[in-house]
C-alpha cells in the first residue's frame, strides 16, 4: 500500500471515433467540435496530480463478455474498432505496456467479492482506451490494463464490480471509465430542438445522481437511471457507454463525485466526473 493518498476515480468521455486525428470545420471562433474535450484529456494528467503506477481502464467498447474480463498482454496490440475512417487512422500506435500482475489482482479482488471474471491475453487497446490516453499520457509511460463489461450491461452488477475494486485505489492504481454520457448514434450529429431538451434534461439528472451526498443514494439513483423519461432517447441503440459509470461509481466508495467537465456536440451535452 501506497504512504500517499488514494487514487480518484475518473469517468472520461472519450469522444467520436479518431476524432484528434481528424479535420473538422471551424466555427466562426475558430474552435472544432471536439477541441474542449481535447483539453480536458490533455489537462487530465495535471488534475490528478501524479502518476499511477497502473491504469485500469474500463471501456464501453467491450462489452460482449459474459463476466468481466482482465487484459493480461504484457505488450497490448492496436484494435481499430472504428470504420470508414481515413486510412492513416489505422496506423495509430499507443505502445504502452500492460500490466499482468495488476489484472492478477484485480481478478484476486474480483473472486474476495464472489465475482466470477475471465483474461485475455490477445486483445488490443480499442479506441476508448487509446484515443482519450494518447491525450492523457501522450509519451505511452503509464502502463495499462483494460477491463471488459459485462454483457447484461446492467447497473447493479458494475456498482458490484467498482465495489470490489476499490482497493486498488490505495494501491497506486488509477481506475478510469471511458465512455460516454450521451451515446445516441443516429442522432448525434442532427440538430433537433426537442432531442437537444431532452439530453440537456438528462445531463442534468445525472449529474445529480453523481453528485448525491450519500453513496448508496448515487447507486439508487443509477440503478434506476432508465426510469428517467429522457435517458433512452440518450443511448441508442443500447447503453455500453454509460455503463463504466456505474463501474467508476461502485469504485467511489464514499467519495462523493463531481462533474469537472462538460461539454456538448450539436447542443447536446456530455460529462466527465471525478470521484475523490
Same mark, same amino acid.
Given at each position: 500500500?501506497?504512504?500517499?493518498?488514494?487514487?480518484?476515480?475518473?469517468?472520461?468521455?472519450?469522444?467520436?471515433?479518431?476524432?484528434?486525428?481528424?479535420?473538422?470545420?471551424?466555427?466562426?471562433?475558430?474552435?472544432?467540435?471536439?477541441?474542449?474535450?481535447?483539453?480536458?484529456?490533455?489537462?487530465?494528467?495535471?488534475?490528478?496530480?501524479?502518476?499511477?503506477?497502473?491504469?485500469?481502464?474500463?471501456?464501453?467498447?467491450?462489452?460482449?463478455?459474459?463476466?468481466?474480463?482482465?487484459?493480461?498482454?504484457?505488450?497490448?496490440?492496436?484494435?481499430?474498432?472504428?470504420?470508414?475512417?481515413?486510412?492513416?487512422?489505422?496506423?495509430?500506435?499507443?505502445?504502452?505496456?500492460?500490466?499482468?500482475?495488476?489484472?492478477?489482482?484485480?481478478?484476486?479482488?474480483?473472486?474476495?467479492?464472489?465475482?466470477?471474471?475471465?483474461?485475455?491475453?490477445?486483445?488490443?487497446?480499442?479506441?476508448?482506451?487509446?484515443?482519450?490516453?494518447?491525450?492523457?499520457?501522450?509519451?505511452?509511460?503509464?502502463?495499462?490494463?483494460?477491463?471488459?463489461?459485462?454483457?447484461?450491461?446492467?447497473?447493479?452488477?458494475?456498482?458490484?464490480?467498482?465495489?470490489?475494486?476499490?482497493?486498488?485505489?490505495?494501491? &497506486?492504481? $488509477?481506475?478510469?471509465?471511458?465512455?460516454?454520457?450521451? =451515446?445516441?448514434? +443516429?442522432? %448525434?450529429?442532427? !440538430?433537433? /430542438?426537442?432531442?437537444?431538451?431532452?439530453?440537456?434534461?438528462f445531463d442534468d439528472w445525472l449529474g445529480d445522481a453523481v453528485e448525491a451526498p450519500d453513496a448508496d443514494?448515487?447507486?439508487?439513483?443509477?440503478?434506476?437511471?432508465?426510469?428517467?423519461? &429522457?435517458? $433512452?432517447?440518450?443511448?441508442?441503440?443500447?447503453?455500453? =457507454?454509460?455503463? +463504466?459509470? %456505474?463501474?467508476? !461509481?461502485? /469504485?467511489?466508495?464514499?467519495?462523493?463525485?463531481?462533474?469537472?467537465?462538460?461539454?456538448?456536440?450539436?447542443?447536446?451535452?456530455?460529462?466527465?466526473?471525478?470521484?475523490?
Open positions: 500500500m501506497s504512504d500517499r493518498s488514494r487514487f480518484p476515480v475518473i469517468f472520461i468521455p472519450h469522444g467520436g471515433g479518431p476524432w484528434p486525428f481528424m479535420d473538422f470545420p471551424k466555427s466562426a471562433e475558430g474552435k472544432g467540435p471536439w477541441d474542449d474535450l481535447g483539453a480536458f484529456l490533455k489537462g487530465l494528467d495535471g488534475e490528478i496530480g501524479r502518476r499511477p503506477k497502473a491504469v485500469l481502464v474500463i471501456s464501453g467498447h467491450w462489452e460482449k463478455e459474459p463476466v468481466p474480463t482482465l487484459s493480461t498482454a504484457a505488450q497490448p496490440g492496436m484494435l481499430y474498432d472504428y470504420y470508414n475512417f481515413p486510412p492513416h487512422t489505422y496506423e495509430l500506435s499507443y505502445p504502452a505496456k500492460g500490466d499482468p500482475t495488476i489484472a492478477a489482482r484485480a481478478r484476486a479482488l474480483l473472486a474476495e467479492a464472489g465475482i466470477e471474471s475471465g483474461q485475455d491475453a490477445a486483445r488490443g487497446f480499442d479506441h476508448g482506451v487509446f484515443i482519450p490516453f494518447m491525450l492523457i499520457y501522450p509519451d505511452a509511460d503509464v502502463p495499462i490494463v483494460m477491463m471488459s463489461l459485462k454483457n447484461t450491461l446492467d447497473a447493479e452488477s458494475h456498482l458490484a464490480i467498482g465495489r470490489a475494486l476499490e482497493p486498488l485505489r490505495d494501491e &497506486d492504481v $488509477l481506475i478510469v471509465a471511458s465512455g460516454m454520457t450521451y =451515446h445516441n448514434m +443516429p442522432m %448525434f450529429r442532427k !440538430a433537433d /430542438a426537442g432531442h437537444v431538451a431532452e439530453a440537456v434534461r443514494e448515487r447507486a439508487a439513483l443509477l440503478s434506476s437511471w432508465d426510469s428517467n423519461p &429522457d435517458a $433512452l432517447a440518450c443511448h441508442v441503440p443500447d447503453h455500453d =457507454h454509460l455503463v +463504466p459509470l %456505474f463501474v467508476a !461509481a461502485g /469504485a467511489a466508495g464514499a467519495d462523493q463525485g463531481r462533474r469537472i467537465f462538460t461539454t456538448d456536440y450539436l447542443g447536446k451535452p456530455y460529462s466527465g466526473y471525478r470521484f475523490g
